[in-house]
């Protein structure tokens, strides 16, 4: 942040410059400009890249969402959005955003240290009214818990305040479910952890982003089995199934193929690290008990994914 404030509002930088202040290669600038389109705003055909005061907003503000977890093609689609300018006031707005962001996951995590569940459950939900529950988990939750368990990992203590502070999480997204009084999708959508998947978080964060948009979901959660997946789809019939593989090992295609045929076909959705390794694995010639599954990339992702076979 102090870095974007020095930048002067009509200065630009190299990619090499860039690379310095994000702390990563310049391949993996000219990657981002290739793949999701952003780059530098003014570059000519002939011409070294050169990046504006905005063009450094955006890629922090991207390089800010992948270390939290975010998929990049996701952090850069959020990254392009902001309500940037190359005037300094609004630059500067957006570093105090920042940094009050920054600010609100040290606090939560030093109450999370002190086992103060009132004042979490506050703040979390004052973020969730100021900027909506999908905003709340990408910006404030993921990097609490990244960091939480980048502690865990470095120190090996801790994992008592992990569980503490994921049931309080838990609690707090899962407060809407069942409770929308007129949903917007006709067919349910169906949310299960596969195998013997038992983080199940993420998949709570994702119902709960539905829920703020009013589509009805129900939720299986965590080490759902085959039979009881296939008889809910039987049952229910849902317009879209997402499943979530946090681990490697819970992502078994059979979870895909072995689900029952019904009319009108349901989109199935694949979400977590458990999944992306597998579709890794299988390149451009994955199996065909996969064919008609669709690999998601992050909570905005999978819920643009699901208002799409909802056509809401």
């Known amino acids: 942040m102090r870095a974007l404030q020095a930048l002067e509002p009509d200065e630009s930088l190299t990619v ?15 990657t981002w400009d290739r793949r999701y389109g952003i780059g530098p705003s003014k ?36 990254a392009l959005t902001l309500n940037l300018k190359s005037g300094g006031t609004v630059i500067d707005k957006a570093c105090r955003e920042s940094e009050d962001q920054s600010n609100l996951v040290s606090l939560l995590y030093k ?5 103060e569940q009132l004042k979490i459950e506050t703040l979390i939900r004052k973020s969730i009214t100021d900027i909506g529950v999908e905003a709340t988990w990408v910006e404030i939750i993921a990097p609490l818990l990244t960091e939480v368990g980048d502690d865990w990992v470095r120190t090996g203590d801790g994992i008592e305040v992990e569980h503490f502070l994921s049931e309080i999480l838990r609690k707090i997204l899962s407060e809407n479910f069942g409770n929308i009084s007129k949903p917007k999708n006709a067919r349910p959508v169906l949310l299960a952890c ?30 759902t089995p085959q039979v009881a997946l296939n008889q809910v789809v039987l049952k229910s019939a849902p317009s879209a199934i997402f499943l979530w593989a946090q681990l490697s090992e819970n992502a078994d295609r059979s979870f895909v193929s ?25 390149g451009k010639s994955k199996g065909k008990a996969l064919d008609k599954a669709v690999f998601t990339q992050g909570i905005s992702d999978a819920r ?3 208002l799409q076979a909802l056509a809401v």
């Open 43 to 78: 570059h000519s055909v002939g011409t070294h890249r050169r990046y504006s005061a905005t063009d450094l907003a955006r890629l922090t503000a991207m390089a800010r969402l992948i270390m939290a977890g975010v998929a990049p093609k996701e952090a850069a689609t959020k």
């Open 304 to 306: 643009n994914q699901i």
């Open 16 to 30: 090499a410059a860039v690379a310095r202040r994000l702390g990563v290669a310049p391949s993996t600038l000219r």
């Open 194 to 223: 596969v195998g013997n998947e038992v983080h199940s978080l993420a998949l709570t964060a994702l119902a709960a982003v539905l829920a703020e948009s009013k589509i009805d979901c129900i939720f299986l959660g965590a080490r």
């Open 258 to 282: 072995e689900l029952p045929t019904i009319r009108p076909a349901p989109r199935v959705l694949l979400g977590g690290p458990g999944w992306e390794s597998l579709n890794r694995k299988n």
């Open 111 to 115: 109450s999370a240290l002190k086992f």
